[in-house]
Protein backbone atom coordinates (compact mmCIF):
# COMPACT_ATOMS: atom_id res chain seq x y z
CA UNK A 1 0.00 0.00 0.00
CA UNK A 2 1.11 3.54 -0.83
CA UNK A 3 0.41 5.94 2.00
CA UNK A 4 1.22 9.97 1.02
CA UNK A 5 1.31 12.11 3.94
CA UNK A 6 0.41 15.64 2.96
CA UNK A 7 2.22 18.12 5.30
CA UNK A 8 1.40 21.73 5.65
CA UNK A 9 3.11 23.33 8.56
CA UNK A 10 6.64 23.98 8.78
CA UNK A 11 7.08 24.78 12.71
CA UNK A 12 8.96 22.31 14.32
CA UNK A 13 7.37 19.60 16.74
CA UNK A 14 8.05 21.74 20.14
CA UNK A 15 6.46 24.42 18.78
CA UNK A 16 3.28 23.61 16.84
CA UNK A 17 0.72 20.30 17.44
CA UNK A 18 -0.06 19.64 13.82
CA UNK A 19 3.99 19.01 13.27
CA UNK A 20 4.18 16.60 16.45
CA UNK A 21 1.03 15.17 15.09
CA UNK A 22 3.24 14.36 12.04
CA UNK A 23 5.76 12.68 13.62
CA UNK A 24 3.99 10.98 15.56
CA UNK A 25 1.92 9.40 12.97
CA UNK A 26 5.17 8.11 10.93
CA UNK A 27 6.58 6.80 14.41
CA UNK A 28 4.07 4.31 14.14
CA UNK A 29 3.26 3.58 10.95
CA UNK A 30 4.53 -0.01 9.69
CA UNK A 31 4.56 -1.96 6.40
CA UNK A 32 3.54 0.70 4.18
CA UNK A 33 5.26 2.90 0.97
CA UNK A 34 4.95 6.05 2.83
CA UNK A 35 6.01 8.96 1.14
CA UNK A 36 6.23 12.79 2.99
CA UNK A 37 4.73 15.65 0.26
CA UNK A 38 6.01 18.66 2.08
CA UNK A 39 3.85 21.60 0.98
CA UNK A 40 6.34 24.23 2.40
CA UNK A 41 9.32 22.49 1.00
CA UNK A 42 7.89 22.07 -2.19
CA UNK A 43 8.28 25.14 -4.80
CA UNK A 44 4.57 25.74 -5.27
CA UNK A 45 3.74 28.92 -7.42
CA UNK A 46 0.38 29.77 -6.57
CA UNK A 47 -2.32 29.23 -9.11
CA UNK A 48 -4.01 32.02 -11.16
CA UNK A 49 -3.43 33.46 -14.65
CA UNK A 50 0.03 32.30 -15.45
CA UNK A 51 -1.24 28.32 -15.08
CA UNK A 52 -4.48 29.19 -17.05
CA UNK A 53 -2.33 30.88 -19.69
CA UNK A 54 -0.18 27.32 -19.39
CA UNK A 55 -2.79 25.27 -19.52
CA UNK A 56 -4.53 27.12 -23.08
CA UNK A 57 -0.90 26.92 -24.25
CA UNK A 58 -0.59 23.11 -23.77
CA UNK A 59 -3.83 22.61 -25.45
CA UNK A 60 -2.85 24.83 -28.44
CA UNK A 61 0.70 23.49 -28.67
CA UNK A 62 2.57 26.82 -28.04
CA UNK A 63 5.94 26.99 -26.24
CA UNK A 64 5.72 27.44 -22.27
CA UNK A 65 7.71 30.46 -21.03
CA UNK A 66 10.02 29.38 -17.87
CA UNK A 67 7.66 30.35 -15.45
CA UNK A 68 5.23 28.76 -16.97
CA UNK A 69 6.58 25.31 -17.28
CA UNK A 70 7.83 25.95 -13.09
CA UNK A 71 4.39 26.21 -12.45
CA UNK A 72 2.70 23.21 -14.80
CA UNK A 73 5.78 20.76 -13.50
CA UNK A 74 4.55 22.03 -9.97
CA UNK A 75 1.42 21.36 -10.21
CA UNK A 76 1.83 17.76 -12.26
CA UNK A 77 4.10 16.41 -9.40
CA UNK A 78 1.40 17.36 -6.88
CA UNK A 79 -1.05 15.36 -9.49
CA UNK A 80 1.69 12.55 -9.66
CA UNK A 81 1.90 11.95 -5.93
CA UNK A 82 -1.67 11.68 -5.56
CA UNK A 83 -2.44 9.29 -8.58
CA UNK A 84 0.53 6.76 -7.10
CA UNK A 85 -1.07 6.71 -3.54
CA UNK A 86 -3.55 4.64 -1.88
CA UNK A 87 -4.11 6.50 0.97
CA UNK A 88 -3.45 10.20 1.61
CA UNK A 89 -3.16 11.55 4.88
CA UNK A 90 -3.37 15.41 5.08
CA UNK A 91 -1.82 17.07 8.24
CA UNK A 92 -2.52 20.81 9.10
CA UNK A 93 -3.19 23.12 11.25
CA UNK A 94 -6.52 25.47 12.06
CA UNK A 95 -4.70 29.19 10.86
CA UNK A 96 -6.80 31.88 11.00
CA UNK A 97 -10.18 30.07 10.99
CA UNK A 98 -8.85 28.11 7.70
CA UNK A 99 -6.19 26.11 5.98
CA UNK A 100 -2.09 27.35 5.61
CA UNK A 101 -2.18 28.68 2.03
CA UNK A 102 0.61 26.48 0.69
CA UNK A 103 -1.87 23.62 1.30
CA UNK A 104 -4.45 25.22 -0.36
CA UNK A 105 -1.93 25.63 -3.44
CA UNK A 106 -1.61 21.95 -3.25
CA UNK A 107 -5.60 21.55 -3.16
CA UNK A 108 -5.69 23.91 -5.87
CA UNK A 109 -3.18 22.14 -8.05
CA UNK A 110 -5.39 18.66 -7.81
CA UNK A 111 -8.85 20.41 -7.71
CA UNK A 112 -8.66 19.61 -11.89
CA UNK A 113 -11.68 18.68 -14.10
CA UNK A 114 -10.61 15.63 -15.75
CA UNK A 115 -8.35 14.28 -12.83
CA UNK A 116 -10.28 14.67 -9.15
CA UNK A 117 -13.90 15.22 -10.61
CA UNK A 118 -15.32 15.48 -13.47
CA UNK A 119 -19.23 16.76 -15.12
CA UNK A 120 -22.18 14.44 -16.38
CA UNK A 121 -23.95 15.46 -19.26
CA UNK A 122 -26.97 16.41 -16.90
CA UNK A 123 -24.28 18.43 -15.33
CA UNK A 124 -23.79 16.32 -11.96
CA UNK A 125 -20.43 16.39 -10.37
CA UNK A 126 -18.65 12.89 -10.55
CA UNK A 127 -16.13 12.33 -8.28
CA UNK A 128 -13.22 10.47 -9.64
CA UNK A 129 -10.42 9.75 -6.65
CA UNK A 130 -13.11 6.86 -5.34
CA UNK A 131 -10.59 4.34 -5.32
CA UNK A 132 -8.45 6.35 -3.02
CA UNK A 133 -8.84 6.93 1.11
CA UNK A 134 -7.90 9.85 2.76
CA UNK A 135 -7.02 10.61 6.58
CA UNK A 136 -7.60 13.99 8.20
CA UNK A 137 -5.17 14.92 11.05
CA UNK A 138 -5.37 18.19 12.35
CA UNK A 139 -5.32 20.65 15.03
CA UNK A 140 -6.81 24.11 16.55
CA UNK A 141 -6.10 25.90 19.60
CA UNK A 142 -9.23 27.21 20.68
CA UNK A 143 -12.25 25.14 20.68
CA UNK A 144 -14.48 24.83 17.41
CA UNK A 145 -16.80 21.27 18.05
CA UNK A 146 -19.52 23.32 19.73
CA UNK A 147 -22.75 24.45 18.00
CA UNK A 148 -21.86 28.10 18.77
CA UNK A 149 -17.83 27.78 17.23
CA UNK A 150 -18.00 24.96 14.65
CA UNK A 151 -19.77 27.14 11.93
CA UNK A 152 -16.05 29.17 12.02
CA UNK A 153 -13.99 26.31 11.62
CA UNK A 154 -12.81 25.77 7.76
CA UNK A 155 -10.25 23.57 7.64
CA UNK A 156 -10.84 20.09 8.54
CA UNK A 157 -14.56 21.30 7.35
CA UNK A 158 -13.18 22.92 3.96
CA UNK A 159 -10.55 19.55 3.49
CA UNK A 160 -13.47 17.11 4.30
CA UNK A 161 -15.89 18.57 1.73
CA UNK A 162 -13.33 18.70 -1.03
CA UNK A 163 -11.21 15.34 -0.51
CA UNK A 164 -14.24 12.67 0.69
CA UNK A 165 -16.78 15.17 -1.65
CA UNK A 166 -15.67 16.49 -4.72
CA UNK A 167 -12.47 13.78 -5.25
CA UNK A 168 -14.68 11.10 -3.47
CA UNK A 169 -12.09 9.59 -1.26
CA UNK A 170 -13.15 7.53 1.73
CA UNK A 171 -12.53 9.84 4.65
CA UNK A 172 -10.88 6.09 6.90
CA UNK A 173 -10.11 8.36 10.16
CA UNK A 174 -9.82 11.71 11.45
CA UNK A 175 -7.92 13.12 14.72
CA UNK A 176 -8.29 16.77 15.50
CA UNK A 177 -6.73 18.48 18.73
CA UNK A 178 -8.05 21.01 19.96
CA UNK A 179 -8.03 23.66 22.76
CA UNK A 180 -4.47 23.41 24.33
CA UNK A 181 -4.28 27.14 23.90
CA UNK A 182 -7.73 27.88 25.22
CA UNK A 183 -7.56 25.95 27.95
CA UNK A 184 -3.42 26.18 29.11
CA UNK A 185 -3.47 23.99 32.34
CA UNK A 186 -5.32 21.00 30.27
CA UNK A 187 -2.88 21.28 27.36
CA UNK A 188 -0.68 18.75 27.82
CA UNK A 189 -3.31 15.96 28.78
CA UNK A 190 -5.13 17.11 25.76
CA UNK A 191 -2.27 16.87 23.41
CA UNK A 192 -1.05 13.47 25.07
CA UNK A 193 -4.17 12.16 24.38
CA UNK A 194 -4.17 13.18 20.90
CA UNK A 195 -1.38 12.07 20.04
CA UNK A 196 -2.40 8.52 21.58
CA UNK A 197 -5.16 8.76 18.76
CA UNK A 198 -2.30 9.53 16.42
CA UNK A 199 -0.99 6.67 16.73
CA UNK A 200 -3.59 4.17 16.53
CA UNK A 201 -4.69 6.05 13.68
CA UNK A 202 -1.54 4.77 12.60
CA UNK A 203 -1.23 1.65 13.76
CA UNK A 204 -5.11 0.76 12.26
CA UNK A 205 -3.49 1.72 8.66
CA UNK A 206 -0.18 -0.68 9.33
CA UNK A 207 -2.90 -3.18 10.52
CA UNK A 208 -4.20 -3.24 6.74
CA UNK A 209 -0.74 -4.49 5.48
CA UNK A 210 1.15 -6.39 8.24
Do not use: C
Request: aromatic fraction near 8%; hydrophobic fraction near 45%.
Amino acid sequence: MNVLVVKANNRPASQAVSSKMYETFMENLEGVNVTTYDVFAEDMPYMGQELFGALGKLQSGEELSESEKRIVEARQKAMDAVTAADVVVFDFPLWNLTIPAKLQTFIDYVYAAGFSFKYSKEGQLIPLLTDKKAVILSARGGVYSTPETAPMEMAATYIKNVVGGVFGMEIVDEVIIEGHNAEPDKAEAIIAEGLNRVAESAKKLSAVTV
